[in-house]
């Protein structure tokens, strides 16, 4: 069955300090992953895909990753602004839906 | 501005009442979709459309109904045979399905339904 697990669940870090989210995801045929941002009381808003290991994407201070077992979401030196949880997704092997993670909700404190 | 509207953004229902959850999209979008989302776990897709006037259900369709009448609308009504009906709901949409790859799914800013 494919699963997409997202650690750790929750991370709070002080505004400058860096660290990185984890997605790992178990499906055969890789066909892209996803992640997303997703504000509070807020529809997620897509933010990469990535679609064959060793690919990097970057968006201001955030970098998402892939090898062939998961994906890491880098944060360097966060603002408070990056609060919020991010998810990812993988479309599922036998179709064309997609199995999100529970998601990581950064806290960046001032 | 093109994007999605979900409304309402709070309902409070009490059990053994059908509710209906609205979402419109001016994206000129043909797939549609509905998932629910529940603290500690990943969205799980309701129903989806493809097309106008088609519909497929997902992984958690018991206790929901949807129609496709017109291309921007995709209404879910959250039926009294849905036992938890308790969570947020998201509507969300794609160019077309074959797009899917792209994970580039436009979300709407979701319906919080409560049961009383």
């Known amino acids: 069955e494919d699963q997409v697990t997202q650690s750790p669940e929750a991370l709070r870090l002080q505004e400058g300090e860096s660290s990185s989210l984890n997605c790992s995801y178990t499906v055969s045929g890789l066909r892209g992953l996803f992640w997303y941002r997703q504000d509070p009381g807020k529809g997620p808003e897509f933010l990469f895909t990535l679609y064959s290991a060793g690919e990097e994407k970057e968006k201001e201070r955030l970098k998402a990753t892939l090898t062939k077992k998961e994906s890491f979401l880098h944060i360097t030196a966060p603002k408070p602004e990056d609060s919020a949880t991010y998810l990812c997704?993988?479309?599922?092997?036998?179709?064309?839906?997609?199995?999100f993670g529970a998601g990581t909700t950064v806290t960046v404190r001032a | 501005d093109g994007g999605i509207t979900q409304s309402p953004k709070y309902l409070f229902r009490k059990e053994g009442q059908n509710v209906t959850l609205s979402c419109e999209q001016n994206l000129n979008h043909d797939a549609m979709y509905w998932y629910r989302q529940d603290p500690g776990q990943g969205l799980r897709l309701i129903y989806y459309?493809?097309?106008?006037?088609?519909?497929q259900k997902g992984d958690i369709a018991e206790g929901y109904s949807v129609s496709r009448e017109k291309k921007e609308s995709f209404p879910l009504t959250v039926t009294s045979a849905q036992k938890n009906p308790t969570a947020f709901y998201l509507c969300?949409?794609?160019?077309?399905?074959?797009?899917?790859?792209?994970?580039?799914?436009?979300f709407g800013e979701g319906s919080r339904l409560t049961v009383l």
């Open positions: 969300a949409s794609i160019p077309s399905a074959v797009y899917a790859n792209t994970g580039e799914l436009f």
């Open positions: 997704a993988v479309p599922r092997s036998n179709d064309y839906k997609l199995s």
């Open positions: 459309s493809q097309i106008v006037n088609d519909f």
